[in-house]
């Protein structure tokens, strides 16, 4: 092997190891350089970029999901469309492209998008006569439309969703799914006869979210109400799933709001009502976007790098066959077990590549979070056993091979379950409530986390917290309890309960 | 009902009578006014506004894809995706952005699709250094990127894919599916070590296409190589299938390039090959898009409306109580109907709104395609049958309950076979042969279709037929007999046979 032919182009400094087992020590070459509780951050990026996720791309500011992140994504939107279908919602796909006259109708929403808005004004050769926006969010443009669709109560409820891309020209540094100018999501928008209606709605898609990311993602969450200075450009109200990084910040995880007949009187949505009258519609919108996978990294990922759930994995197991070359009835054991797995409805892959050590092998699908390996070898097949190894714990078990089917499930569900509670710990722990403005900046220098508050909620407050400490308010608790005595950061009266935090 | 009251907001002179039941008869409202053979293209743009496929979009030469018609693209992706990944092709997601000097890299590409790129020269309020395209097509931010993925033999073939919107700058009048500035397919991009793998990928990839088509789509095709004139900008030669509309017309449904090595050049795309020897990749490229459901509409439509291909089709099978405000037990059965029917894995709808009459419903779901209507009344009940009712043929048929899975099947294959023998039929007597330049031009006024010729393959004659007739070459066949004589045409020497047709 001549390494010096290797063509090495590197275009990302973390990559300084990536060559492909060429005699190297592969823990060297692809194994995670940074531990996770010593740089977070560069761990992140590594993590992502090592086991496949995403990378950069040429495009500055933007990425490329790779095909381990985006089987992740195809699993949210499979198992997401699922609940969103049985409730009646119906997809769609609107323009890419919003006219600025379009855009800027509703003026709050507008000012809340125009700094990150990117446009176009040419097409081939010719200056457009309007130049066009490229959808941060298709409020506007679905609007404009639903306009023209509804007439009656009998055309309403109408429930609509579309899974695409948006665009939010962010100039701070990219962060691989988090902050990327362009991101994939589904953005949901209803319509309503009553105030009432849209209420619920916002509520049913807010608990769809919760349930669908704490049972698949193994993310606990916290949820509630977006303060005014926190919500959504143009709604009446923004509910929030908030889930907590191992970093101590707040990741939002999804958003519903009730826009309130405000885009509805700006784009004129009536209906006539079965009094026949002539009445305003009522909106809602809610989105989830591929941020989530980013938080999938941090909060299950260790030094091995990605930990993924067993719900949402691409890959649930991974069948590593040893010394299959000396021994081909292990080889044909292997495939038996794969079919046996997959016709239990699991996803299996079949690692039996002949250039690659049983040891690489374990580290490569160690990196790229697949929850269950299955060790076959000639003394296993011998003995009727098969070895399985955890993910999560690193635990090994061995077990007979008639058992198999069981085991696997046993042991998928525990992970599924391990993840989910070792995470809700962390989230539980990290609450604290702090008393004055002294313990809410001492919280932030050191625990961080979600710090709990009796609040004024006042605008000057919630600016006065972000500037001095860099928190935000990132809810108020649905059932937050009305508080008497003072505001625990600046004194005045106290409304309610809210939870600042750091966050992404 | 006061009509006076209802919001008429007609913004397409096409739909000029689309109110929701309140009174009048429906047929005048909702059905299709113009005949299939009388005006074909104003037919087509009808039954898409009214079936509920699409609509006009308020960004000029956009359209909105409406449940219905997002629905038979969401069947087209779960069918084509799972052949994809039956043989190795993995999603990823790349930047809808691509930086002019990216773009620009292969000339012949990059002068292939100037005329018609959108362009973002401003994020925010900053104009931007460099412009950006948005991708008409991706090769170019791809194969930048895979040039960094790729270094070994091992890393071949890479067999990627995308799910996504492009954009195209036409100018030409928008027609709903097949000419509209943005639209959505998917693209694959492989990287192979040879030439002889990247033939039998594209030869490979054409097959999967014209099997989905013919066996789903219930659309018969024929296929060939496109001419040099033809080709994909910056291909060594590109394959396609070809469908033939009932006004005369060819329709290309997707396409399969050999890339060969003129990309890998431009952006370095090599690898070490096992005798160590640093060589360029060989590529490949398909498509398929959304036109394909304007395909359908065309193909199998009628002067009721849409038409639907079982296999297709979002909804198999409606299901029309009758009488059953009367009659709650009809309803109950028609539920039972719905689940056996759904536990039998077929997508089946119950219509039980009480505002709208038996007639409106039978004429709503035809005007929307479904193969098959489910009726069931109080008589119908007491003597243990149901009415089936086909789509295609407006064929009525009795049958026992007990019967009724297995009469639902065998129609269902019945709709999906007589669907494509009639377009078999009708496709096969669409080609004839053109001895000389008058013929051919007779066949173009007349009878229209693909005209089969000796043909002497030269750029000029090619041209001269355009000019002359506006026809261009379609395929050649793969099975093409080398021809001697004179070219039907021009008759200069003839190469080899071509298949020439106005198209859309």
């Known amino acids: ?67 381990l992140g985006y089987g992740i994504w195809e699993n949210v939107q499979k198992l997401l469309d699922a609940e969103f279908k049985k409730t009646g919602v119906k997809n769609y796909y609107f323009p890419l492209f919003i006219p600025e006259s379009i855009l800027k109708k509703e003026a709050e929403h507008f000012e809340g998008f125009t700094p990150e808005v990117a446009w176009v004004t040419h097409g081939g050769d010719e200056k457009l006569s309007e130049k066009l926006a490229i959808r941060p969010t298709s409020e506007t443009i679905m609007y404009d439309t639903f306009s023209k669709w509804i007439r009656s109560w009998r055309d309403l409820p109408l429930l609509t969703n579309q899974w695409c891309n948006v665009v939010r020209w962010e100039t701070k540094a990219t962060k691989l799914f988090l902050r990327t100018r362009e991101f994939l999501w589904q953005e949901g928008h209803t319509v309503h006869a009553t ?166 092998k374990f580290n490569e699908w160690e990196l790229k979070g697949v929850p269950l390996r299955i060790e076959i070898g000639p003394k296993d097949l011998k003995n009727h056993q098969v070895i399985l190894v955890r993910r999560d714990t690193s635990e090994k078990k061995c077990v007979h091979a008639i058992n198999l089917e069981e085991s696997v499930k046993d042991m998928l569900g525990s992970i599924q379950e391990n993840l989910f509670n070792k995470a809700k710990k962390f989230l539980v722990n990290s609450i604290t409530e702090a008393k004055n403005k002294e313990e809410f900046k001492k919280i932030l220098e050191e625990k961080k986390g979600f710090i709990k508050i009796n609040w004024c ?38 409304k309610l309960v809210a939870y600042f935090a750091k966050s992404y």
């Open 1 to 67: 092997m001549n390494l010096k032919k290797l063509k090495l182009k590197y275009y990302n400094p973390l990559i300084k190891h990536v060559i492909k087992n060429e005699g190297v020590n592969m823990s060297e070459q692809l194994g995670i350089t940074v531990k996770k509780n010593q740089d977070f951050s560069e761990w992140y990026t590594e993590v992502i970029l090592k086991a496949g996720l995403a990378d950069y791309a040429t495009t500055k500011g933007c990425m490329v999901i790779k095909a």
């Open 195 to 360: 105030k009432e209606d849209a209420d619920k709605q916002v509520m049913q898609r807010l608990e769809i979210y919760k349930k669908f990311v704490e049972d698949n993602l193994a993310i606990p969450l916290l949820n509630g109400m977006k303060s005014e200075g926190e919500k959504f450009a143009g709604a009446l109200y923004t509910t929030t799933i908030e889930a907590l990084m191992p970093d101590g910040k707040a990741l939002q995880m999804g958003t519903s709001h009730n826009l309130g007949q405000y885009f509805a009187k700006v784009f004129d949505i009536k209906f006539i009502d079965k009094d026949e009258k002539d009445k305003y519609a009522w909106q809602t919108s809610w989105g989830l976007s591929t941020r989530v996978i980013g938080a999938l990294v941090m909060v299950h990922g260790d030094d091995k790098g990605l930990v993924l759930p067993p719900k949402i994995a691409p890959t649930q197991a991974v069948i590593i066959p040893i010394n299959f070359h000396e021994n081909r009835e292990v080889l044909e054991e292997a495939k038996k077990i794969k079919k046996k797995l997959e016709d239990g409805s699991y996803s299996v892959e079949l690692d039996d590549r002949e250039e690659y050590s049983p040891g690489w």
């Open 457 to 494: 909620y006042t605008r000057e407050c919630e600016e006065k917290i972000k500037e001095d400490t860099g928190a935000t308010s990132r809810f108020i608790p649905f059932e937050s309890e009305k508080t008497k005595g003072k505001c625990d950061y600046c004194e005045k009266d106290a």
